[in-house]
């Protein structure tokens, strides 16, 4: 039987993995931006932030990238996955979510808001890659999913050595399928090379994508970069919910969508961070107060901050998973309940 | 910011000051190289003195054109000892000089010691050692005599001490080597200088400069090492100072990052480990946290705060031989400063520029 430190061993590594894997998507968001952005192709980046909306229900999707192409009449809807889960009965809820992307949608950058028709294209981690082509292959020949669209999967994965030049790049490759821009697809098949050392200082600015990342980068952003803004001293203050997302729109999301509807990082992320910090003993919520929290930055944490919060927080989740079915576990779910019912 | 020539008044104080120090140490005059823009009395009284183990007095020796010497006394009580002794200060525009004839170890214990306490308010300078190379250099030419060295201590990568250290055997004076082969040598082993003590062999010259803003003299006047020497610390002290400052994106008009290039003189990334290193080496940094976002393959990224002063910035490997430093909102010239020491003495000697992408 696995021993909890086995356990907990297996989960750090996991949520490092995670934190690693955002990151990297980030710098992806920002590279393909950076490259179809700017350079003159058939192909533009439009947005990493858009809003867009079913044309039959007006039901909201959430795409991770947009490109315009042909002259704007068609688009391609973009899904970039850190990572995919195993089970295949969740894999099919993911591929279901992005039957969506199939329907007529509005929202592009054009004077109607429509193009004449689009594409979907799925971005997946290289280590998931051969795995969801496999799958995929196989529910599309059953008819257990169907995209109404032209359908192209490609895998990412950064270059393990500095071999392009002596820079740093990720690989994008094709996997499956084809996109409707013709250009495109070549430019997949003959590898696209993001150069990621020329998108330091990008990262600086866009730190997230729309995808929610795991906890643990949030608050890693939040000691570093974000409390150091908003206090002079190293030592316990009182903040509120609202300056720390003023700093963060204020410097870490200069996303420029089709409308900037959408801003990268959401109130209820930075939330969940503060709330973590409480579990972890590094904040307290502030009475009467919902929204302000006293930091305990004076607590010096000598070691790597981000594995420091990876420790504590897998603790805390073998330690609550431990409590499940307990009489400690239903009376602080009743406490709960009543906190939310007053 | 190099600081004026001192005034003739000025200049007969200092030299019997220190005269006397060398006549009662038989040693050396130790000097440290710092810079604040507060007057170096009022951080006597705000951040020494109000210490629980230091105590001490202080007086006002002389002050003219914007000079001011003072004669300081200090007592800091240690765990098993107690050190006395005392110095000058002398400050000249933003320039201070902690100016003390009293053993090495009061110059360790008490002078740097002091300097750390004052911190941020008073920066510590150092020179890399190309930046010695061109002091010896200038001081050399206008001194007209030659250098030569008797001994020096270099240091290779990740700032290792004693089985990097290299020290000349001692010789007949005719048989010393001028100072640019002590640099040949250590360049030929890939090592950076960080201590070199010379002499000239028909004037009375005899110093030691190390590269964390220590200066030792044996014999001549102050005066002459002010001018010519002195002057030069001061002036690439202020150079760096002024390549950190307004670096913060809240400095910034539009809050862009500004971020710096920190170039090496060899691909040391491209071997995986060194990127790993590199991050043990922010580990030993004092008074930081610090978070790795991303571990070295194929490339580091971390975020480092300042818990001095609450400065932020980012770190990235860039490329087989340099590092980005990316000041976050708030990052001050003095952390900036520090943290740059701190790499240039325990990871590697770089070039610091203006990073363009």
Known sequence: ?342 | MAHERLATTFSLIINQYTRTFLKMSRGAIKILSTISEVRFDDLLDKKLFGLENVDGTFRKVHEQNGSILWNISIERKMKRRKLEGNFLALQSGESVYLITGQPTEFLNDGLLYLAQKMYPELITAYVTSEEIHEILESFSKAVEVELFYTKFVAKKMFGKSATDISFATKREPKEYDPYTEAYKKARSQGLWIDAIKVFSKSAPIKFSIYRNGVFKYYCGTFETYYNLLLSEISRFHAQRLKRFENRGRRDQPKRQPNPLLMKFDSKVFEDVAIRKQLIGVIGDYDHCSYSVLYGGNPHVYLSIVDRIDNSSFSLRTYGPDSIVIVPQVKSTKAALMRFSKHLLNNFREGVISNFAA
């Open chain 1, 1 to 342: 039987m696995e021993t909890s430190e086995e356990n907990l061993e297996q989960r750090k590594n996991r949520k490092q993995s995670e934190i690693r894997r955002y990151y990297q998507t980030v710098l992806l968001t920002i590279g393909l931006k950076d490259l179809f952005g700017t350079t003159a192709t058939d192909l533009r980046f439009v947005s990493a932030e858009p809003k867009f909306a079913t044309s039959k229900n007006l039901s909201e999707i959430l795409p991770d990238a947009v490109f315009q192409y042909d002259n704007d009449n068609h688009g391609i809807l973009c899904e970039i996955k850190t990572s995919m889960p195993y089970p295949d009965y969740f894999l099919l809820e993911e591929f279901r979510q992005l039957e969506r992307y199939s329907e007529d949608v509005k929202g592009w950058d054009t004077s109607t808001k429509e193009v004449q028709n689009h594409d979907i294209l799925l971005l997946c981690h290289v280590m998931d890659s051969d795995r969801i082509v496999n799958k995929i292959s196989d529910w599309i020949s059953k008819g257990e999913i169907n995209f109404k669209k032209q359908f192209c999967i490609s895998e990412w994965g950064t270059v393990e050595s500095l071999k392009f030049g002596e820079r740093d790049v990720i690989l994008i490759r094709h996997k499956f399928g084809e996109t409707g821009c013709v250009s495109f697809n070549q430019k997949l098949r003959e590898n696209i090379k993001l150069d990621v050392d020329g998108l330091v200082t990008q990262y600086e600015e866009c730190r997230f994508t729309r995808k929610e990342p795991p906890v643990e980068y949030i608050m890693v952003q939040l000691w570093t970069c974000i409390f150091p803004a908003l206090t002079e001293k190293t030592e316990d203050f009182e903040i509120n919910i609202t300056d720390l997302l003023k700093v963060a729109y204020d410097y870490y999301i200069p996303w420029s969508g089709i409308e900037g509807e959408y801003s990268q990082i959401r109130k209820t992320w930075i939330t969940k961070a503060m709330d973590k910090f409480c579990e972890i003993s590094l904040a307290e919520k502030v009475e009467d107060r919902p929204e302000n929290y006293l930091i305990y930055y004076g607590k010096r944490i000598e070691k790597n901050v981000t594995e420091y919060f990876v420790e504590k927080t897998c603790r805390k989740d073998i330690e609550r998973e431990q409590k499940i079915g307990t009489k400690e576990a239903l009376e602080e779910a009743q406490k709960r309940l009543s906190e939310f019912k007053q």
